[in-house]
């Protein structure tokens, strides 16, 4: 049997582990970015704290989450934003296809929410649509390239608003690609420059973020600044 045979091992491995329904909802818990207890995932994923912490050594091995020791606690969160960017998009293919889309997605995490650590949802969508028609985006160079740049102007206009873009770029991972949204199934900004755009609407409280849900709350103050920086009306 040559390596070919085994190229799909490792795909079927991550797969299986989070094919489990209480591992699932453990995942799509840690969505929102946020570390939990084994305790915590426990209820979420409605097991005896035994078995989950069988689960979670099933997704540490499959290096799906990992773990930090803090005194007597240990928490779990995400190995990072590529698993976050993978369970979103097996939210998109649970919904399946349909002619026309109609959303299911409770409204208020529709309305925005976090994917990871950026901005997603109708908010998420919409701030990726403008700034592309803004010409503050640039796509790749191939048809099947996802990733984004931003123009000169792009970054003097971030940069403007509180966005550090040299620090963003130097930052080890995708600097900005186009990210599908489960509830939208359009694009937001993912990466880096994703990250940097929610870091900034949550300091400057362009939105809340809910205490115990992947929930953003857009402010008066929000809809004001998105409307004066961007020309974005929502």
């Not at 026309?100 to 998420?124: E, I, K, N």
């Not at 880096?192 to 870091?199: D, E, R």
Request: proline share 3%; hydrophobic share 45%; glycine share 8%.
């Amino acid at each position: 049997m040559n390596a070919e045979d085994h190229a799909d091992a490792p795909v079927a491995g991550i797969a299986a582990a989070i094919g489990d329904s209480a591992r699932a909802r453990m995942l799509y818990c840690l969505m929102d970015g946020h570390a939990r207890t084994s305790t915590e995932l426990a209820a979420v994923a409605d097991v005896t704290p035994s078995t989950a912490s069988i689960h979670l050594g099933r997704l540490r091995t499959a290096r799906l989450v990992r773990v930090l020791a803090q005194g007597k606690h240990r928490f779990y969160s995400l190995e990072g934003p590529d698993v976050a960017r993978a369970l979103e998009g097996l939210s998109v293919l649970a919904g399946g296809n349909r002619d026309r889309f109609v959303p299911s997605t409770p409204s208020r995490l529709r309305a925005a929410r976090t994917c990871y650590d950026h901005l997603a949802g109708t908010v998420g969508v919409s701030l990726h649509d403008r700034l592309k028609a803004l010409g503050w985006l640039s796509e790749g160079s191939t048809e099947s390239d996802n990733a984004y740049d931003l123009t000169p102007q792009g970054e003097k206009a971030l940069a403007a608003v509180g966005i550090d873009v040299e620090a963003t770029r130097m930052l080890r991972r995708r600097f900005a690609f186009a990210c599908l949204d489960w509830s939208e199934r359009r694009c937001h900004v993912g990466g880096a420059l994703g990250a940097a755009l929610l870091k900034l609407v949550l300091k400057r409280r362009w939105v809340v973020q809910d205490l115990d849900s992947r929930a953003l709350t857009l402010t008066a103050l929000g809809r004001r600044e998105m409307r004066t920086r961007f020309g974005l009306r929502i």
